[in-house]
């Protein structure tokens, strides 16, 4: 019984490796959103600065052509499109749910004026906290808690600093977990 039982706690263990293992081939996703992401807040940050006129114009170009290339990305992953547990379609749900709901609150985004990015950085604490809990990742536990803090910080700073704690949010939840993902991928 004390075998079968051992045997039973190494299948699970084998299957959430092997699920991380499969998760790190998202890593691309999370460095291709929050290098955009951050490029777009420091560019707008610099644009409110220097020509406020233009200070939306990043956002305008670097989300874009990060959809093309996730577009790519997508395309790739499904020339090897492997089984998913059910964990992992759970997650994919939730990364589609979070992408919704972002296109929802920054398309209406002049109703909560200046109360925007904190709640965004709250849905990629939130997101990034589950991805992490999911696959026991604690780069992304840690990046989760470093948004929830700079959310808490942002409903009490001017926007152009909520900015520049968006670019650290993002930094922190996608950008070093993503290229921990990608490093351990191809070790």
């Known amino acids: 019984m004390e075998n079968q039982n051992q045997q039973h706690l190494d299948l699970i ?19 291709l959103w929050g290098c955009s992401i951050f490029t777009a807040c420091i560019a707008q940050f ?21 959809i093309i290339i996730q577009m790519f990305i997508i395309q790739k992953q499904m020339k090897k499109e492997k089984i998913k547990t059910h964990v992992e379609s759970l997650l994919a ?42 696959f026991k990742i604690k780069a992304f536990l840690f990046g989760s808690i470093a948004c929830w803090v700079f959310a808490i910080i942002s409903f009490f700073v001017a926007f152009e600093i909520q900015l520049l704690l968006l670019a650290a949010g993002v930094l922190f939840a996608f950008i070093i977990p993503g290229i921990a993902l990608r490093k351990n991928n191809l070790e």
């Open 46 to 66: 610099i644009l409110l600065h220097f020509a406020p006129s233009y200070n939306g114009l990043a956002w305008g170009i670097s989300i874009p052509a990060a």
């Open 13 to 31: 263990a084998q299957v959430i490796k092997s699920a991380q293992r499969r998760y790190q081939d998202d890593s691309p996703y999370y460095i």
């Open 93 to 134: 749900s939730m990364w589609i749910a979070f992408g919704v709901t972002i296109f929802i609150i920054l398309s209406f985004s002049f109703k909560l004026e200046h109360n925007t990015y904190p709640i965004v950085l709250c849905l990629y604490a939130f997101s990034t906290f589950v991805s992490g809990s999911a």
